[in-house]
């Protein structure tokens, strides 16, 4: 057997940070060697989780021989940690959403191919499923040519460093956004062409959009809206998420939903109703590409440049909503 | 007794004809339509008098309303001349195609001193009255979201295929999705501007499909996604999210079935299921009682001209929304 893939964590400000750690020592090819968090009680507690050994300086673990690092700290510092990374030749897997302008984007994404170090977006949606069957049969020209998609990705709302508009970038359209937008852009093929979005804070108290509804135009003439809204009442919904996309084509409709295999539990201890995904986990399979494209040498199944591409349409809509008409893309800044 | 004639033997005229016999204070007594055969099948329920030409079921002396199921490019011609004639009239939705059409119906109506009312059905829907009722009674705090969703299959069954012109059915922003416009408004208040890009003008043969981003007054934001793009056969499904300021409801028709049927046939061994969501109380029966109670009694329809003409001021801008690609304003054109 090969040597293994060595992997640090830089950050669990995401709280996806966890579920790629844990998929990480799930993977006989890799091994979790070290893990960075700005917070040392709870830095060294995830050590501690995950059996591995914490650094209290991500410098060190970027000086010490990991292949890789996964890094899930606030958007803000995606560009920060990205560029060190690159810096000291390590293969780097960044959270979603890519990043909050697309001149960070730019030099992230620079500073990757002047390293040579491979960069993927942690876009697991890309590797749940139903989306990728929903790909294939697209690709395979099942329902003709793709004319529209509606599309969906409603969650709770996260507070912490989400709704602190310095570190995320935004509300609910610059993270929820991406999800739906490399999926479209993905599954079609196309390129985005113009944005349009309302958005506002509706539903919280926290003075940033909690409702989002993008419309995107695409250069196959194709069209499709997003709904980023943390509408999912944060106490009493059964599921964090929905990512669904209701695709038409000349042909055919076809329908996803990542997160429709579920069941329900009801638990009077907790009075509590819980819809539990069972379907394939869609963490560990995106985590498995990271480890498999360090491994074998080859791109990563989303790269940065499609997480630059999926963010611009989220860098858009905040555009489009303060100027109160439809934005035209590509971005210049 | 209230004598009820209706205009148009299509499928609405059926579902209504079918409803009158349910309600006790009104009798069918005439229909009309330019196809003598289906004006007979929908007479023979009552023993209705049939007319080919629907000026003659008006000037016939054989009814008091005027029930007007045309296809929504007569819906004018037909509604003024009842009026004119001094019959009440309920007319299918939408009321017209245009707003100075709307305006001139509903100018009629008033001027001849008659009950009108339109055809918005869906609040007489159940499943969407409670909705509307739990939304303002606070069951998610303060409503400020929407999602609604309509639509299936491309509705062939039009004469002449008049949905496929939209000169003729405004497409599916003006016929189908006016439905949930009217709801929103009825629950969020009036609409401020409306985004929406649809597949109407591109040549498609019997497809259509839109999506609109619908903010109101309130600030309140809703989607609305219209459907005439499912295969022929495909089920029709609704569907409603409604989020507030302290909870969410959601319904999905697809989930609301009370009766699924399966049956063999020696045509189709496998055979498909079809959901059936059984109500004692068909809607489209309840919404012509409710009319033929304001006729009787006087009271003032739930969806009045004005009504509909709102809800018709959004749907086309919508479709100018759609076409131009800029965001519309809904009073902009007064």
Redesign the interface.
């Known amino acids: 057997m090969a040597k293994p893939v060595r992997i640090g964590m830089i950050s669990f400000e995401h709280m996806h940070g966890m579920k790629y750690a844990q998929a990480v020592t799930e993977i006989p090819e890799a091994e979790l060697v070290a893990v960075w968090h700005h917070d040392a009680f709870r830095g060294t507690e995830m050590a501690t989780k995950f059996q591995t050994r914490y650094v209290p300086d991500y410098q060190a673990i970027l000086e010490s021989d990991v292949d890789g690092v996964i890094i899930c700290s606030n958007n803000r510092d995606h560009e920060k940690y990205t560029i060190a990374a690159a810096r000291a030749g390590k293969h780097i897997m960044v959270e979603k959403p890519f990043a909050t302008s697309m001149a960070g984007a730019r030099r992230m994404v620079g500073a990757c191919r002047e390293a040579g170090v491979k960069l993927a977006t942690a876009f697991p949606m890309r590797h749940a499923a139903p989306m990728k069957r929903l790909k294939g049969l697209v690709q395979a020209g099942t329902i003709g040519q793709v004319?529209?998609i509606?599309g969906?990705n409603h969650g709770k709302m996260p507070g912490g460093w989400f709704i602190d508009p310095a570190l995320s970038g935004g509300g609910a359209v610059i993270d929820h956004t991406v999800h739906v937008s490399d999926l479209m852009l993905w599954i079609t093929g196309a390129n985005a062409t113009?944005v349009?979005a309302?958005?506002?804070c509706?539903?919280?108290p926290i003075g940033v959009d909690d409702?989002g509804?993008l419309?995107v135009?695409f250069d196959s003439g194709a069209?499709?809206?997003i709904?980023t809204?943390w509408?999912?009442?944060n106490e009493?919904?059964p599921i964090w998420p929905d990512v669904y996309l209701?695709v038409?084509g000349?042909?055919?409709?076809l329908t996803a939903d990542a997160f429709g295999q579920i069941f329900a539990t009801y638990n009077e201890s907790t009075r509590k109703v819980t819809h539990v995904h069972w379907g394939s986990d869609p963490d560990f399979w995106l985590v498995h590409d990271f480890i498999g494209a360090i491994g074998d040498d080859r791109e990563p199944l989303a790269t940065g440049v499609d997480g630059m591409r999926a963010s611009e349409i989220a860098i858009a809509a905040y555009a489009s909503a303060r100027a109160?008409?439809?934005v035209p893309l590509p971005l210049t800044d | 007794m209230i004598r009820v004639g209706i205009i148009g033997a299509g499928l609405m005229g059926r579902v209504h004809a079918a409803a009158y016999t349910h309600i006790p204070d009104s009798v069918l007594t005439a229909v009309a339509d330019i196809r003598p055969e289906a004006a007979s099948a929908l007479a023979a329920l009552s023993g209705a008098a049939v007319y080919t030409d629907g000026h003659e079921l008006i000037r016939s002396g054989k009814v008091d309303v005027v029930d007007v199921a045309l296809p929504t490019y007569l819906h004018k011609e037909y509604v003024l001349a009842a009026a004119a004639a001094g019959k009440h009239v309920f007319c299918e939705k939408p009321l017209a195609l245009s707003l100075p059409d709307a305006r001139e119906m509903i100018a009629a109506c008033d001027q001849a001193g008659v009950k009108f009312m339109v055809g918005h059905v869906v609040r007489f829907f159940p499943e969407y009255a409670k909705l509307r009722q739990l939304a303002k009674a606070g069951e998610v705090g303060t409503p400020k979201f929407a999602r609604t969703s309509r639509g299936g299959a491309f509705p062939a069954h039009g004469w002449q295929n008049w949905f496929a012109d939209p000169a003729k059915s405004g497409g599916p922003l003006v016929d189908l999705v006016i439905h949930d416009f009217d709801w929103l408004r009825w629950v969020f208040g009036p609409v401020a501007r409306v985004f929406a890009k649809s597949l109407t003008g591109r040549q498609l043969p019997n497809m259509d499909y839109c999506l609109t981003t619908v903010r109101f007054a309130s600030g309140a934001l809703a989607h609305v996604e219209g459907s005439w793009a499912a295969p022929a056969g495909a089920p029709f499904l609704t569907a409603v999210e409604i989020g507030g300021t302290g909870g969410l409801m959601e319904y999905r028709s697809q989930q609301a079935v009370g009766l699924r049927k399966t049956v063999k046939t020696p045509d189709h061994p496998i055979a498909n299921a079809v959901p059936e969501s059984p109500l004692q109380e068909d809607p489209y029966m309840l919404e012509l009682r409710h009319f033929i109670h304001c006729v009787a009694t006087g009271a003032q329809p739930l969806v009045t001209g004005q009504e509909a003409l709102e809800s018709l001021k959004v749907a086309l801008a919508a479709a100018e929304s759609a076409r131009t690609g800029l965001p519309v304003e809904v009073n902009a054109h007064g």
């Open positions: 004319l529209a509606c969906t113009e349009y309302e958005m506002d509706l539903l919280h409702v509804m419309t135009s069209f499709a809206t709904d809204s509408v999912h009442p009493t919904y209701q038409i000349t042909d055919g409709v109160g008409r439809p």
